[in-house]
């Protein structure tokens, strides 16, 4: 039986947070040696947001270290920018003709976003952001789509873009299956549904133990828990959700503690900063290497764009004969 593909990718906004680490990388970085997997920087979809283009470059590097660091191995993973591939836009053009404006318009997740961002006119490209995405994944007959569970509209869409495009022209494209964490949504330090870099929210996967605890003092807890003492309810405090993730050791003494009102926010704060810290210790050290050596990296990237640029290449000869587009010479 042929190795299924994985094809997932993430925005290159700035260096990666705890959300990213749960709710993807440490999913692609358990699945490496068992499928072909392809990791794509989506630079041009950073501009949905975000129209400032000088960082995207160097967002790109940095998130790539931030991958390696985790993990991710470059002899294993095929890592590129889909702005390096002429093929992504070229998909992305046949497919808008195979999506409604009204079915982008009912995305739940675009609407989040809007609101989120407070965006008052969406550009066209903004609510195209899952067509350009069906082209990411289908290029590379993506069959295994590790992503978080605010993807999964994307992904419905992808896959009514493949079997549209099937049925018209002929069958290239297979139908994607999201692969979701249990943890795909981390809450933010806020309280609020995840953490995202817009919301600054964030812990950084590249913080540093001092870092780590100042910003979790800041995190909200149960807000009835007010004194020391006064019991809490760790199923409703943000803490102990970081706790179940990244201290299931003392995860039942913390939940018995914070309930009987022995153990007081603050205490219970440190106690989950080092848990995390801990958990990122090996990415933190692995990222100051790493960053010694730009030129490397650069090279990890240039290798992963000769090689995705072949099978882009290829996929878009099926598609223009099914066609019947003519073939380029
Ligand atoms: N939309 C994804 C996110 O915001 C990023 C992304 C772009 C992606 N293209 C993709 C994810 C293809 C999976 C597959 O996280």
Request: hydrophobic share 35%; aromatic share 6%.
């Amino acid at each position: 039986m042929a190795t299924k593909r994985i094809l997932s990718g993430m925005r290159p906004t700035g260096k990666l947070h705890l959300g990213h680490l749960v709710g993807a990388l440490e999913n692609w970085v358990s699945l490496q040696s068992a499928y072909l997997n392809y990791h794509l920087i989506a630079d041009y979809h950073a501009l949905t947001t975000d129209l400032e283009s000088s960082e995207l470059e160097n967002n790109s590097l940095e998130m790539v270290i931030d991958w390696l660091s985790a993990g991710i191995d470059p002899n294993k993973s095929i890592l590129f920018r889909h702005s390096q591939i002429k093929e992504h836009a070229e998909l992305h053009l046949i497919f808008s003709m195979l999506i409604t404006t009204s079915r982008l318009e009912r995305n739940p997740t675009l609407k989040e976003q809007v609101r989120d961002l407070s965006i008052e006119n969406i550009s066209y490209g903004h609510l195209g952001y899952p067509v350009l995405q069906s082209a990411d994944i289908l290029l590379y007959k993506g069959e295994v789509v590790p992503v978080g569970d605010d993807q999964l509209p994307h992904l419905e869409i992808t896959r009514d873009i493949a079997r549209k495009f099937n049925n018209q022209y002929g069958k290239v494209f297979p139908e994607a299956e999201p692969l979701i964490t249990k943890f795909s949504r981390l809450p933010g330090l806020d309280g609020g549904q995840k953490m995202s870099k817009s919301l600054n929210n964030t812990i950084l996967i590249s913080d540093n133990p001092e870092n780590v605890i100042t910003k979790m003092k800041s995190a909200v807890t149960d807000p009835l828990k007010i004194k020391r003492n006064d019991p809490g309810r760790p199923d409703v405090c943000t803490v102990f959700t970081y706790h179940t993730k990244f201290n299931t050791n003392e995860e039942k003494e913390i939940r018995g503690g914070c309930e009987s009102g022995s153990l007081g926010c603050v205490e219970c704060k440190l106690k989950c900063a080092a848990a995390v810290s801990n958990s990122i210790a090996p990415i933190v050290e692995k990222r100051i290497q790493l960053e010694k050596s730009p030129a490397t990296i650069w090279d990890i990237l240039y290798d992963g764009e000769t090689k995705a640029r072949k099978v882009a290449e290829q996929t878009m000869q099926e598609v223009r004969s099914k066609m019947k587009l003519g073939i380029l010479k």
